[in-house]
């Protein structure tokens, strides 16, 4: 079956722009996480969503950043006035479920953002 | 303050021999341990776990080991394979979000 999909795998955006990233995870997992990756570091944690609301959003690193999910399917983050320090890989994964760290998180092949 | 962490950047490993990948963790809260591998331009895929409650856990070359009283898991790779060549993450969570390590670039040389 189809895995995580994302677009667009890349994307380059002039600083102060918005761009909007999006994941399409596997059918029938109703978890959905978000995730980036900087240079040299780990992934870090986004947020993540239940069905359409996200209970978690303490990861979001500014009030610039918002996420949406919806017919508990598509996501979609997006990120307004880009900044240079957003350059990163953002990844999305999905599971079977949200409750326990045991259901598989599946990841996507990611979107690579530059902001110039 | 990293909760997990992977002090080994790189390790370089021979064909056929052992490769031994190190991660420690500093919250007694994380009970879900897992590790996942990564591939350039592709996404991290799932290669092992391991609950608290389990010391070692074995699937087919990779086996996991956790020391709950040190807070350090290991994944042991045996025999190591090129294909085996990767970032590998470890990643710890006491439910859903997982926090993952910087990962360890693993060479192993035919």
């Known amino acids: 079956g189809a895995g995580v999909s994302q677009s667009p795998s890349n994307k380059v955006t002039e600083k102060g722009k918005d761009v909007e990233l999006r994941c399409d995870p596997i059918?029938?997992?109703?978890?959905l996480y978000w995730y980036r990756q900087s240079l040299g570091q780990g992934l870090e944690f986004l947020i993540y969503f239940q069905g359409n609301s996200a209970p978690d959003k303490s990861g979001l690193p500014s009030d610039r950043f918002s996420a949406e999910r919806t017919g508990g399917s598509v996501s979609t983050l997006t990120i307004q006035r880009t900044q240079q320090e957003d350059s990163a890989v953002y990844l999305c994964a999905s599971s079977l479920d949200s409750g326990r760290a045991s259901y598989e998180q599946y990841f996507g092949p990611g979107t690579r953002l530059t902001v110039t | 303050d990293q909760q997990v962490k992977q002090n080994s950047p790189s390790l370089s490993v021979q064909e056929g021999r052992i490769s031994i990948l190190n991660c420690d963790y500093t919250n007694s809260m994380f009970d879900y341990f897992l590790w996942y591998k990564k591939y350039p331009a592709e996404g991290p895929t799932f290669l092992i776990s391991i609950s608290s409650i389990k010391d070692k856990n074995e699937d087919g070359r990779f086996t996991v080991f956790l020391n709950k009283s040190a807070k350090h898991l290991s994944l042991h790779i045996v025999p190591s394979q090129p294909g085996d060549s990767a970032v590998y993450f470890c990643?710890?969570?006491?439910?859903?979000?997982?926090?993952f390590g910087k990962g360890t670039k693993l060479s192993v040389i035919p």
């Open positions: 990643a710890a969570s006491p439910s859903y979000q997982l926090t």
């Open positions: 059918s029938g997992h109703t978890a």
